[in-house]
């Protein structure tokens, strides 16, 4: 049998690790190597890395794109979508949705990992559709996590439904590394036995289960897992690449890597580790084994936005207050998976109901428009009574919210940049962020009139 590798390196493993702050020309030396290694995939793209381009990095995140496309024309290169929130927090309009898929593909995406936070295929639906019309692969994730209405049943249902939409492949992602080795080996089963559909696994290092997760797995018949190359693995990471390929090829799986190639990405990232490291970027704390997750089921890094939240209001004490009051602010908010956004939905509402003294006292605007039905259908209703008190009298939405979206803001967001945007990704970037954009493109027109003055001056003298 065969199981295929996704490797994270260049998205998750260092947006987990170091808040992805690795730039293309640290990376750039070893693509060549890593389009060599055999991967099924390398996910390099999406998820945090379009934001931390425009806002911390000041690189152009198509042109990053385009690049990696260059180096790499043997790999499948894969982004991950947050639905119809797109690389946002917020929903975006159906046209803006396809847009964004087309133009992700044009410039050298091949798998495109699309999940919603809330799992409600209707906020899915659009970016599939999108995905497999470009001739690219869509992979249906199931945002996974453990409440009474998540359930074995739910999740085929789920998995169904995706395949009823067109997806290629079947994810499963887990972002707290709360899947178990025995719940791994049954989601898988009963996925398999649904639908006749390649699954992959997701999941961090953060609990420690990892490794014995991705084993059971692949015992139950998943066909890729994603694993992160040894210097940026672990903690809050994935697993390391090197020792599951180790393991799997022992027990007479076949996987396909050239031990090689990966032994010259581990040398090669070995000393940019180091460097994160020794700026402080990479705290420790993330490389740590956290088994908190296990008992609040909460995510690594929502327990250190807990905590960070706390430290700025000078509430460091009521840390485990906050902590106990979050699986209850889940409960109450129809147990959404705790992901992005609605792990920092959830997250602020418990700091705030510990802070005053009073649940639901002080909500905020994000808070009314999840109650509001803005990020869809929650995986159970609503607590009607906690809903009427945010709300207070407004409406929830009927029917899908992306449907009530004005059609025309791409047009609006072109005619705002005028002569500023040059290509449709341009409007796009600004239509995800927009003062963030726009300072990117303030920036980007400075240097480039300051290196035309330099190569006038040299010139003339």
């Known amino acids: 049998m ?43 793209w999406g998820g945090a890395t379009f934001d931390v381009c425009l806002r911390f990095l000041n690189e152009d995140p198509w042109e990053r794109l385009r690049k990696i496309r260059a180096a790499m024309p043997n790999t499948k290169l894969q982004m991950l979508l947050r639905g119809q929130n797109i690389l946002g927090y917020k929903h975006y309009p ?36 999108e995905t497999v019309k470009n001739g690219a692969i869509a992979s249906g994730a199931i945002s996974y996590t453990i409440s009474p209405v998540h359930t074995l049943e739910k999740y085929v249902e789920m998995v169904r439904e995706l395949k009823s939409m067109g997806v290629s492949t079947i994810c499963i992602k887990d972002m707290a590394g709360i899947l178990s080795p025995k719940a791994a080996y049954d989601l898988v089963s009963a996925i398999k036995d649904a639908v006749d559909l390649p699954v992959v696994v997701h999941t961090h290092s953060t609990t420690g289960l990892a490794f014995m997760t991705y084993l059971k797995a692949v015992e139950a018949g998943a066909d890729v897992i994603d694993t992160a190359i040894s210097p940026f693995s672990g903690g809050t990471s994935q697993p390391a690449t090197e020792t599951l390929d180790y393991t799997l090829r022992e027990l007479g799986y076949e996987t396909g890597l050239n031990g090689e190639a990966l032994v010259k990405m581990a040398d090669f990232f070995k000393p940019i580790r180091a460097g994160f490291l020794a700026d402080g970027t990479l705290n420790p704390i993330s490389m740590a084994t956290d088994t908190q997750c296990l008992n609040y089921q909460i995510p690594g890094g929502m327990l250190s936005n807990l905590l960070s ?14 902590l106990a009051e979050t699986p209850k602010v889940r409960a109450d908010m129809g147990y959404p998976p705790l992901v992005t956004p609605t792990s920092q939905l959830v997250g602020t509402q418990a700091v705030q109901n510990v802070l005053s003294g009073e649940r639901y006292k002080n909500v905020g605007a994000e808070m009314r428009a999840y109650c509001r039905g803005e990020y869809g259908r929650t995986p159970a209703p609503i607590d009607e009574a906690v809903r009427a008190k945010i709300l207070n009298g407004e409406k929830p939405v009927e029917g899908r919210f992306a449907a009530t979206l004005p059609s025309d803001t791409f047009e609006k967001a072109e005619a705002a940049l005028g002569d500023t ?17 726009e300072k990117f493109f303030a920036a980007r027109t ?8 330099y190569s006038i001056e040299a010139v003339e003298g």
Not at 2 to 10: G, N, R, S
Not at 309 to 322: C, R
Not at 421 to 437: G, K, N, Q
């Open 446 to 453: 400075a240097a480039e009139e300051k290196r035309c003055r």
């Open 309 to 322: 939240q706390l430290k700025t209001l000078g509430a460091l004490d009521k840390f485990d207050e906050a």
């Open 2 to 44: 065969k199981v295929q590798f996704t490797e994270t390196v260049l998205r998750d493993a260092g947006q987990s690790l170091v808040a992805t702050r690795m730039t293309y020309e640290q990376f750039a030396p070893i693509l060549e190597t890593i389009d060599k290694a055999g991967f099924y995939s390398v996910e390099c």
């Open 94 to 129: 159906d046209d803006i949705v396809r847009r964004f898929v087309r133009a992700s593909i044009k410039n050298g995406i091949d798998i495109i990992r699309i999940f919603d936070a809330l799992n409600d295929t209707q906020n899915l639906r659009v970016a599939v559709e």
């Open 421 to 437: 945007a040059r290509c449709e990704e341009d409007v796009l970037s600004y239509i995800a962020f927009p003062p963030v954009a």
